[in-house]
T-cell receptor, first 114, second 115 residues
């Protein structure tokens, strides 16, 4: 069964610190993997998207990595800010479908405190 | 910056009633999606729509659900007879290709509460 598992479930860090969020998936074959940021009560906003052949993708203070062999991805946030407080969701697109049925993880809830 | 818009932001309805959730995708996008997120749970795919027809749907999208693009700008999700378990946040999304490379732009969501 295609699944996306994220860890930790929640995380609290101090402003200015770095953190790394993990994503393990069983989707195979897959087309791409995305990380989204979702503020409370809002729609997800895309941070990074990587195809199966890419290893890393950066977007400002966000850096995503992908290891297709171990089926793991991580999202590293550098110099965290209070506005980084949100849910971060790992999403995988299976390759054997039309590519429209995204499979979402449950997300990691990040709280950045001052 | 172009964005997906959704109306209403919050809809309260009685069980058994029909509801229509509305979305205006980004104007040059061709692929449209509906997702839902039950409180505290992960986002779930409902349906995708392209070229005026459903291209893919999940098990959740049963006969109670339907989608329509009534004109060149709106994309709607209709729930024919709402159940308590339909209470969730419903997100519309659009993209300019099949989604393989596009980020997929999500709307702000409609919170549906079924009483």
């Amino acid at each position: 069964k295609n699944q996306v598992e994220q860890s930790p479930q929640s995380l609290i860090i101090l402003e200015g610190k770095n953190c790394t969020l993990q994503c393990n998936y069983t989707v195979s074959p897959f087309s791409n993997l995305r990380w989204y940021k979702q503020d409370t009560g809002r729609g997800p906003v895309s941070l990074t998207i990587m195809t199966f052949s890419e290893n890393t993708k950066s977007n400002g203070r966000y850096t995503a990595t992908l290891d297709a062999d171990t089926k793991q991805s991580s999202l590293h946030i550098t110099a965290s800010q209070l506005s980084d407080s949100a849910s971060y969701i790992c999403v995988v697109t299976p390759a054997n479908q039309a590519g429209t049925a995204l499979i979402f993880g449950k997300g990691t809830t990040l709280s950045v405190s001052s | 910056e172009p964005e997906v818009t959704q109306t209403p932001s919050h809809q309260v309805t009685q069980m058994g009633q029909e509801v229509i959730l509305r979305c205006v995708p980004i104007s040059n996008h061709l692929y449209f999606y509906w997702y839902r997120q039950i409180l505290g749970q992960k986002v779930e795919f409902l349906v995708s729509f392209y070229n005026n027809e459903i291209s893919e749907k999940s098990e959740i999208f049963d006969d109670q659900f339907s989608v329509e693009r009534p004109d060149g700008s709106n994309f709607t999700l209709k729930i024919r007879s709402t159940k308590l378990e339909d209470s969730a946040m419903y997100f519309c999304a659009s993209s300019d290709d099949v989604g393989l490379l596009a980020g997929g732009f999500f709307g702000p969501g409609t919170r549906l509460t079924v009483l």
